[in-house]
């Protein structure tokens, strides 16, 4: 069955750049939407963007400036980038296989944003 | 604040049926699919009712969805203890071009 696993550093500087990984097993990963979701402790999901079959890509209008989701297929994965964290990007950040719902989700990584 | 409203708690007793709420408006839950996740202490959401009303496979019919206009309701009948989790509704905003999620609602079985 599908698997996802996401992977990356757990602190980052305030005004630094978060970058995180979501390792695709059980499917190849151009045959389907690929998304970020987040949700700051105690609080909402909040979703952050998708990546497309084709590369296009859409973000939530609240991060557009910062963030980028990028797919490698030759590694099977797809990755997240935001810019210019503040202590307001600390949460857990989930990848999903993207659709009109969302089945399948990694189990997430807890990112902090701290000095 | 989040575009799709729930209410932040409801509580019921073990056996009962509780309905959970989502309002939302005619640019995401009325002309696009709503989808509910129950999300366990400390684990990932998982999938509980997808395109208005159908539950994935391992889901038990005591777990139903529906949709009218600009909302959709959870519905969770024969109450047990392990159903006590935070709920989400999900939709795709075609104002927004992106998909919002309510703010959650806290299931407790007293």
């Known amino acids: 069955q599908v698997q996802l696993q996401e992977s990356g550093p757990g602190l980052v500087k305030p005004s630094e750049t978060l970058s995180l990984t979501c390792t695709v097993s059980?499917?190849?990963?151009?045959?389907?939407?690929w998304s970020w979701i987040r949700q700051p402790p105690g609080k909402a999901l909040e979703w952050i963007g998708y990546?497309?079959?084709?590369?296009?890509?859409i973000y939530t209008p609240s991060l557009r400036s910062r963030v980028t989701i990028s797919v490698d297929t030759s590694k099977n994965h797809f990755s997240l980038r935001l810019t210019s964290v503040t202590t307001a990007d600390t949460a857990v950040y989930y990848c999903?296989?993207?659709?009109?719902?969302?089945?399948?989700w990694g189990q997430g990584i807890l990112v902090t944003v701290s000095s | 604040q989040s575009v799709l409203t729930q209410p932040p708690s409801v509580s019921a007793a073990p056996g009962q049926k509780v309905t959970i709420s989502c309002s939302g408006s005619?640019?995401?839950?009325?002309?696009?699919?709503v989808s509910w996740y129950q999300q366990l202490p400390g684990t990932a959401p998982k999938l509980l009712i997808y395109?208005?009303?159908k539950r994935p496979s391992g889901i038990p019919d005591r777990f139903s969805g529906s949709k009218s206009g600009t909302s959709a309701t959870l519905g969770i009948t024969g109450l047990q203890t392990g159903d006590e989790a935070d709920y989400y509704c999900?939709?795709?905003?075609?104002?927004?071009?992106?998909?919002?999620f309510g703010g959650g609602t806290k299931l407790t079985v007293l």
């Open positions: 005619s640019s995401n839950i009325e002309n696009n699919y």
């Open positions: 990546i497309s079959d084709t590369g296009n890509t």
């Open positions: 999903a296989r993207a659709s009109y719902y969302y089945a399948i």
């Open positions: 395109e208005n009303n």
């Open positions: 059980g499917a190849s990963i151009s045959s389907f939407y």
């Open positions: 999900g939709a795709w905003d075609s104002s927004l071009s992106a998909w919002v």
